[in-house]
């Protein structure tokens, strides 16, 4: 099997990220002025099994928005790069994670059939500088450019930091069943994704 790794760029007059994407492993480098989104980076990496290396600046003297939606678009563009014409993947995955008082359901279908349902409350809007909105805003970016499917749902939570962490987590490990190698091409009737 060849190697699943990806580098992308992108430079805007808003953001510059970097990211080395390793579907099969390696050390997790994340670097963003936006320290809880961060955190949330390492929890999806870290249950996704993924390596990475991840640099990123940007306007965040106006607002986070910036930053973790183009870090989204990156990533999902890094994802799909891995992958390459012919991906050899499980295809899907899910995953129920429980963080305290949060339970966060997610179902993903890495088929290159981008859609995103986020049926989320935060019970509260923001921690430190960061608002609990642009968690969907990351989501949305990413699976555009992946070409996922990803149902994301909000079970309970009276904690927002720990639903946001639940999501992350139950993402990454939905992604680790869904882009686990496989000795064929991902399962479709039609035969090709």
């Given at each position: 099997m060849e190697t699943r790794v990806a580098t992308i760029e992108r430079k805007t007059k808003e953001t510059e990220i970097k990211v080395t994407l390793n579907l099969d492993g390696g050390e997790i480098k994340i670097q963003t002025p936006a320290g809880f989104f961060g955190h949330m980076l390492t929890a999806l990496t870290t249950?996704?099994?993924w390596?990475?290396?991840l640099e990123?600046?940007?306007d965040t003297h106006v607002d986070q928005h910036h930053i973790v939606e183009d870090t989204g678009l990156v990533i999902g563009d890094a994802l799909a790069s891995c992958l390459g014409d012919n991906p050899?993947?499980?295809r899907y995955g899910s995953a129920l994670i429980p963080?305290?008082?949060a339970l966060a359901e997610?179902?993903?279908d890495a088929g290159r059939r981008p859609f995103l349902v986020f049926d989320v409350e935060f019970p509260?809007?923001?921690t430190g500088d960061f608002e609990f909105c642009l968690v969907e805003e990351f989501f949305r970016a990413l699976i555009s450019r992946a070409g996922w499917t990803l149902h994301i749902t909000g079970r309970?939570?009276?904690?927002s930091h720990h639903l946001s962490e639940a999501i992350f987590k139950a993402v990454g490990l939905a992604a680790k069943v869904a882009l686990a190698k496989s000795t064929t091409s991902a399962i479709s009737t039609k035969g090709v994704l």
């Amino acid at each position: 099997m060849e190697t699943r790794v990806a580098t992308i760029e992108r430079k805007t007059k808003e953001t510059e990220i970097k990211v080395t994407l390793n579907l099969d492993g390696g050390e997790i480098k994340i670097q963003t002025p936006a320290g809880f989104f961060g955190h949330m980076l390492t929890a999806l990496t870290t249950y996704a099994g993924w390596g990475i290396t991840l640099e990123s600046t940007g306007d965040t003297h106006v607002d986070q928005h910036h930053i973790v939606e183009d870090t989204g678009l990156v990533i999902g563009d890094a994802l799909a790069s891995c992958l390459g014409d012919n991906p050899s993947h499980v295809r899907y995955g899910s995953a129920l994670i429980p963080m305290d008082d949060a339970l966060a359901e997610v179902a993903l279908d890495a088929g290159r059939r981008p859609f995103l349902v986020f049926d989320v409350e935060f019970p509260q809007e923001r921690t430190g500088d960061f608002e609990f909105c642009l968690v969907e805003e990351f989501f949305r970016a990413l699976i555009s450019r992946a070409g996922w499917t990803l149902h994301i749902t909000g079970r309970r939570g009276k904690n927002s930091h720990h639903l946001s962490e639940a999501i992350f987590k139950a993402v990454g490990l939905a992604a680790k069943v869904a882009l686990a190698k496989s000795t064929t091409s991902a399962i479709s009737t039609k035969g090709v994704l």
